[in-house]
């Protein structure tokens, strides 16, 4: 049984390291982090921390324990919780402004370098706790906001149930072996990243829904001295006349640019007049938009159809139109063609 959960473990401990790779070049270098420095770059950080974490942890279940026992290790421990929080903050719109203070989350790595192993662990982990529950309370003040993103708040929440088991491990390292430690500590980072990958798979526009839900939660009405209605329909010319929705590179600035409001005025509008996000708008226009063509051209290839209408690849117009339709699109001109 031991050597099974050891197996398991080296097997998560791979797919941490690939998935660091992947996501690193496919989901940090996508548009949703345009502008994001300070989160792409965290984000990179925590990354390389995790996966060298999982290195190390293979060195030790292959009998090499001299990374376990490193300083290095220690300050790794020490540099991932403060990633994930620089990496989430602009994302989750707590504060986009660089100042001074920030870089007394750097006092604690600075200061394990000089603490004795026994006590820089637990310390460690006490951090993590933090950053942990500043994560809940942030996650707890969109929930006024769930009913836009629900799938993907249950993908943040198991992220965060992954971080709180982590957190117990850390407690109880005094009390169980190495052994169980870091293989423990190791699947656990496998999990985080099994669920990471899957969430930027299923939701690839996460980073958009969630920031746009910290946007509308914090804001104050934007919209108080100019006619609502007029937006609207501004709006709905914009897509359903001139079908901006089949720009590729669409973004919240964008066509807030050719509405001439800013992108929180946008947001807010959308938010209130449609009760979704900016995403899940241009997504919904887009199926539509898909729909007819399915019917209508029966010699295009369902491929082309999904990137005439705006999405970028095959998989993510796949994943939407079986959101919104519960069916393949190729599936539902079949559907379809019955009917007629």
Request: with cysteine.
């Given at each position: 049984m031991q050597l099974l959960f050891q197996n398991i473990t080296i097997f998560l401990i791979g797919f941490s390291i690939i998935s660091t790779v992947l996501l690193a070049v496919t989901h940090l270098n996508?548009?949703?982090?345009?502008?994001?420095?300070?989160?792409?770059?965290?984000?990179?950080v925590?990354?390389?921390?995790?996966?060298?974490?999982?290195?190390s942890h293979y060195a030790f279940l292959?009998?090499?324990?001299?990374?376990?026992?490193?300083?290095?290790?220690?300050?790794?421990?020490?540099?991932?919780?403060p990633a994930f929080y620089f990496f989430s903050r602009e994302v989750l719109k707590v504060d986009n402004a660089?100042?001074?203070?920030?870089?007394?989350?750097?006092?604690?790595?600075?200061?394990s370098l000089f603490l004795p192993r026994n006590f820089a662990l637990p310390l460690a982990?006490?951090?993590?706790?933090?950053?942990?529950?500043?994560?809940?309370?942030?996650?707890?003040?969109?929930?006024?906001?769930?009913?836009?993103?629900?799938?993907?708040?249950?993908?943040?929440?198991?992220?965060?149930?992954?971080?709180?088991?982590?957190?117990?491990?850390?407690?109880?390292?005094?009390?169980?072996?190495?052994?169980f430690f870091y293989t423990t500590y190791a699947l656990l980072i496998g999990l985080t990243f099994i669920v990471a990958v899957f969430t930027v798979i299923r939701f690839p526009n996460i980073s958009n829904e969630v920031n746009e839900a910290a946007q509308a939660a914090y804001t104050i009405s934007t919209l108080k001295n100019v006619d609502g209605s007029a937006l609207e329909l501004k709006l709905r010319q914009l897509m359903e006349v001139d079908k901006l929705y089949t720009q590729e590179t669409l973004s919240l600035s964008i066509l807030a640019e050719q509405m001439d409001i800013s992108t929180h005025q946008l947001s807010e509008l959308i938010n209130t007049r449609f009760s979704k996000s900016f995403s899940q708008l241009v997504r919904e226009y887009r199926i539509t938009e898909a729909k007819r063509m399915l019917i209508d051209e029966p010699k295009s290839s369902v491929l082309s159809i999904g990137l005439s209408t705006g999405f970028t690849s095959q998989s993510n117009f796949y994943t939407a139109f079986r959101d919104i339709t519960g069916m393949a699109p190729g599936n539902y001109r079949k559907s379809e063609a019955k009917l007629k």
């Open positions: 996508c548009g949703e982090y345009q502008g994001k420095f300070l989160s792409r770059i965290a984000g990179l925590l990354l390389v921390g995790l996966a060298l974490l999982q290195f292959q009998g090499d324990s001299s990374f376990i026992y490193s300083k290095f290790y220690v300050a790794l421990l020490f540099t991932v919780a660089y100042h001074p203070a920030l870089l007394l989350h750097a006092i604690p790595l600075l200061i982990f006490f951090i993590g706790t933090g950053y942990v529950v500043w994560l809940a309370m942030i996650v707890y003040s969109l929930r006024e906001q769930r009913t836009r993103f629900k799938l993907e708040l249950v993908a943040l929440t198991a992220m965060f149930v992954v971080a709180l088991m982590v957190l117990l491990l850390g407690i109880v390292l005094p009390l169980v072996s190495d052994l």
